[in-house]
């Protein structure tokens, strides 16, 4: 991992005096040492992207499409790098890491093909008298140098969710990743380093917080697309001046049980979406409502599947549940369960960390609260932990109305074989996705994904940021009468 040691500057790899330590997160020991840029690297990363912005825009469709194809196919030749990177520094189970790698390589494939489909439209204009003999045309033109910021949580799909589409439509980009997992975007700009991209299209900086600034405030980027928390996401947008913004933020996603779904699918998916990741994941399973004549053998069967789950070393097959991100936000966690707790709700398993004969334990065993009050911080804000709430309605629309009582609004899901039901939640449900028949953790890379409310800001998949990344223009011709 000698090259990720260094970051990439305009399209190059570069070194400072200043590193900082990347943390395997499992044993908490410093696995390598990234060098950091600062002010003076920000300033040249956006003057060689805006410089090339014209290479990008005439770069031919088919070239970029190769780009993407080659990207893909250097990720196939070094998955096991990736998939090691992602046990290690972000401390996603085996399973988790494999799946990631696999839906990068869809992302990747699906804007390689959107490349060479950027359509246009046609606009009959003869609407009335006045405008006879005018037709116009639309086309769709890159926005310009883009700046990328990307949570922890998915180091490779999530990047490749913004750089990906970047490159079909033509944008330059500057990538800023999550500290804590900054090897596996540089490992994925070493081999966009070995593409046909114009030379200082892209850059790949680790940059502090502190010195992160003019990725959202300089003029000279058009768009700013930031994925990580509702608090930080906001507060950039406030400072971003007068660029696009696109927020892909947090969510408590909450699952709605009907009384004719089916129990056993519907418990298998609902610990999937829950634990998952350790419930590091902005879509994740965190408020379950179930219908009450449903609902004994839904809680008896959650909590059997619950406690069977495997704590451990990310690294091994058999581990479904792994580190938390820092010990701090498993701290967090077992915090807010003791509040729900001391506030009346019931802890139906978990609740704990597991024994461990290592200090270091940044984990939370899978955790089941029945009936956490409305007014706790397990019902209202984004916990980002395996933690999942359960409880008992009666009333369809009452239940509907639950999943509404959040600030947030990112996907939700409904079990029901009710065709109505399924079409009522889907009409009144605030949210920017109603995954019917599974859990809201469930995500197709191809489809419009992102939030209302407190959730975000525009929407991702791959032709979805095409369309954020692009403007519309329109020529207008006048025919003369012959």
């Known amino acids: 991992m000698a090259l990720s040691h260094r970051f990439i500057l305009a399209g190059k790899l570069t070194g400072s005096r200043v590193s900082d330590p990347v943390t395997d997160r499992y044993t908490g020991r410093t696995m390598a040492r990234v ?10 990363a956006i003057a060689a992207g805006v410089k090339a912005e014209a290479a990008m825009n005439t770069m031919p469709a088919y070239q970029r499409g190769n780009v993407l194809h080659a990207l893909a196919d250097a990720i196939t030749r070094r998955r096991r790098e990736f998939e090691r990177l992602l046990c290690t520094e972000a401390g996603k189970p085996l399973r988790d890491s494999r799946g990631e790698v696999d839906r990068a390589l869809i992302t990747c494939g699906l804007a390689a093909e959107a490349a ?27 926005i310009g140098l883009c700046s990328f910021i990307t949570p922890f949580n998915f180091p490779l799909n999530l990047v490749m969710h913004k750089i990906a ?27 966009l380093m070995e593409t046909d991209l114009p030379k200082g299209s892209f850059s790949v900086l680790p940059l502090r917080v502190e010195d992160a600034a003019p990725l959202v405030e300089d003029h000279r980027i058009r768009l700013l697309s930031f994925t990580g928390s509702a608090a930080v996401g906001w507060m950039l947008k406030s400072k971003s001046g007068k660029k696009k913004v696109v927020l892909e933020l947090g969510g408590n996603a909450a699952c709605v049980v009907d009384a004719g779904a089916d129990v056993a699918f519907a418990c298998e998916r609902l610990v999937f979406g829950a634990f998952y990741q350790s419930g590091q994941s902005c879509i994740s399973v965190q408020r379950v409502l179930v219908h ?32 938390l991100i820092t010990d701090k936000d498993a701290d967090r966690v077992l915090e807010w369960i003791a509040e729900a707790r001391r506030a009346g709700a019931k802890v139906l398993c978990g609740g704990r960390r597991p024994r461990r004969s290592a200090r270091f334990n940044p984990f939370v065993e899978p955790t089941i609260v ?5 007014r706790s911080r397990l019902w209202r804000e984004e916990v980002f932990g395996p933690v999942m ?20 609004g990112l996907q939700a899901g409904v079990f029901t074989n009710d065709l109505g039901h399924a079409q009522r939640a889907w009409e ?5 996705g109603v995954i019917i028949n599974d859990v809201p953790s469930t995500r197709v890379d191809s489809m419009p994904y992102g939030g209302v409310k407190d959730s975000g800001l525009g929407r991702e998949g791959v032709r979805s940021a095409i369309l954020e990344m692009t403007e519309p223009r329109v020529m207008v011709v006048r025919r003369r009468a012959p």
């Not at 060098?35 to 040249?44: K, L, M, N, Y």
């Not at 709430?389 to 009582?405: G, M, S, W, Y």
């Open 35 to 44: 060098a950091v840029p600062g002010r003076a690297h920000v300033e040249q």
């Open 116 to 142: 060479t489909r950027l359509d246009g439209e046609y606009l009959p204009l003869d609407i009335s008298a006045r405008s006879a003999g005018f037709e116009g045309f639309v086309r769709r033109v890159p």
């Open 165 to 191: 589409p970047a490159i079909a439509c033509g944008c330059p980009f500057i990538l800023k990743p999550a500290p804590q997992t900054p090897l596996t975007a540089l490992l994925l700009g070493e081999l």
């Open 292 to 323: 009450a004549l449903i609902y004994e053998r839904i809680k008896r069967d959650l909590v059997r599947r619950a406690k069977a789950l495997k704590i451990g070393d990310p690294k091994r097959e058999d581990t479904f549940i792994g580190p």
């Open 370 to 374: 029945e009936n956490p009050p409305r």
């Open 389 to 408: 709430t359960i409880e008992p309605f009666k009333d369809f629309e009452a239940a509907l109305a639950a999943v509404n009582d959040s600030r947030y």
């Open 428 to 432: 009144a449900l605030e949210v920017g």
